[in-house]
């Protein structure tokens, strides 16, 4: 898995370091959205806030992961797909609250729907996020 993370790092024209492939391999164990708490409690004393921002910014930067807003003003970050990359992210996906568990999904499948704008406004960032019950929560 380790030669797997640091190819993925690579064809991102980022460095192969510790922290990076540390972070990395946290998203790629983790089905839901991780906040920057989520990770700094995932990887105890061995990383820094600041070293764990700085890798996020990075990571978001090459295409590596994109952002979620939620209601609270947290932000959470997920994997991107290969259709991202440098400064450009094509997620074009739904994304899931669940209010039991708390946590959020990719839902790569639901597309978002094409929103017509007046001529003279600029889309940056398209958010479709829907709440309900996930699939374990329904389960208990």
């Known amino acids: 898995m380790n030669e797997e993370l640091q190819e993925i790092l690579r064809k991102s024209h980022l460095s192969v370091t510790d922290t990076r492939l540390t972070i990395l391999k946290l998203f790629l164990k983790n089905k839901a959205a991780l906040s920057h708490a989520d990770i700094e409690k995932s990887v105890g004393k061995e990383l820094d806030r600041v070293t764990i921002y700085r890798t996020l910014q990075a990571f978001l ?20 797909k290969d259709e991202c990359y440098e400064h450009q992210h094509l997620d074009n996906h739904a994304h899931f609250v669940c209010e039991d568990c708390g946590q959020t999904f990719c839902l ?24 309900g019950q996930c699939g374990n929560c329904k389960k208990k």
């Open 61 to 80: 930067e090459k295409g590596l992961i994109h952002n979620i807003p939620t209601a609270s003003n947290n932000i959470l970050y997920a994997l991107c």
């Open 108 to 131: 790569e499948d639901v597309v978002i729907p094409r929103i017509q704008v007046p001529k003279n406004f600029t889309v940056k960032q398209r958010d479709f996020i829907l709440n």
